[in-house]
Nanobody, 130 residues
């Protein structure tokens, strides 16, 4: 079972920027599209962004376009979520996820959009103070 490990969460002030990291086992990294979700207290888990293989074409939920940026570092088998202009409503546990995109072709992102990637990390807490 592939294990993902998120890091980089913490307590920040409103308006700050923060970058989350996701470590992916090297032997599997090249086979997976990667994504980020979040879950705020009392709310359902929410898709944030995903990125496919290789050079990494990103896909964002509309709510996060322009403020959050997903990327992948193929050499170091890492995924990142850069967040800027953070607001108190961004407070949530953020989860890294992975899924094999090959069976889905151009629809690979829908596995993330509808919350169905196969592999999940344990999450990292982000708290934004007013």
């Amino acid at each position: 079972q592939v294990q993902l490990a998120e890091s980089g969460g913490g307590l920040v002030q409103s308006g700050s920027s923060l970058t989350l990291s996701c470590a992916v086992p090297g032997r599997t990294f090249d086979h997976y599209a990667l994504g980020w979700f979040r879950q705020a207290p009392g709310r359902e888990r929410e898709f944030v962004a995903a990125i496919t293989l290789g050079f990494g074409t990103p896909y964002y939920a509309d709510s996060f376009k322009g403020r959050f940026t997903i990327s992948r570092d193929n050499a170091n088998t890492m995924a990142y979520l850069q967040m800027s202009g953070l607001k108190p409503e961004d407070t949530a546990v953020y989860y890294c996820s992975a899924d094999d995109p090959i069976p889905y072709g151009r629809s690979w992102y829908q596995r993330f959009l509808y919350g169905n990637p196969d592999i999940w990390g344990q999450g990292t807490q982000v708290t934004v103070s007013a």
